[in-house]
């Protein structure tokens, strides 16, 4: 297993600890949208997210392709708060990231998020929307032609 993937499970581990932090994400429906190309893998990914969306200390919600267009798009922004009350932030996009601490930018990032919220499934509907998207898949026929390397 490589480190990467090492860590990304222990972050997972930490959701379920005795003392587990609240974690709350948005996700843009075209990431659930976006298949593997295991259906199979797809759909245990999909149940994963269920699953985590069922601990008492996480919270997932859906932003609807109708929600349109926001201030983070192409962005990915994590918000954490730390134990002496300070927050801080870090963005991510596809070439880079970035740990901001000046508390007035960290505040106008976590607005940009509560307005994103806003504008999100309720986390029972978006576990709808989810549930939704795995029967769709499981009686959907196979669209994705059969790779076959060019000679």
Not at 24 to 41: G, H, I, N, Q, Y
Request: no cysteine; charged share 30%; net charge negative.
């Amino acid at each position: 297993m490589t480190e990467e993937i090492a860590a990304r499970l222990g972050r997972q581990d930490l959701l379920r600890r005795e003392d587990a932090p609240h974690f709350r994400a948005v996700l843009d429906e075209s990431v659930l949208r976006r298949k593997t190309r295991d259906p199979k893998e797809w759909t245990r990914q999909l149940e994963h997210l269920l699953e985590t969306s069922q601990l008492p200390n996480v919270t997932l919600q859906v932003l609807p392709f109708d929600a349109g267009p926001h201030g983070l798009l192409g962005t990915s922004l994590t918000v954490l708060w730390l134990p002496d009350g300070k927050a801080v932030s870090y963005t991510e996009d596809a070439h880079s990231g970035k740990l901001i601490e000046d508390p007035s930018e960290v505040e106008k990032l976590r607005l940009s998020y509560d307005l994103l919220r806003d504008l999100a499934l309720s986390p029972r509907d978006s576990v709808a929307f989810i549930e939704r998207l795995m029967e769709e898949n499981n009686h959907a026929s196979p669209t994705r032609p059969e790779h076959r390397p060019v000679a």
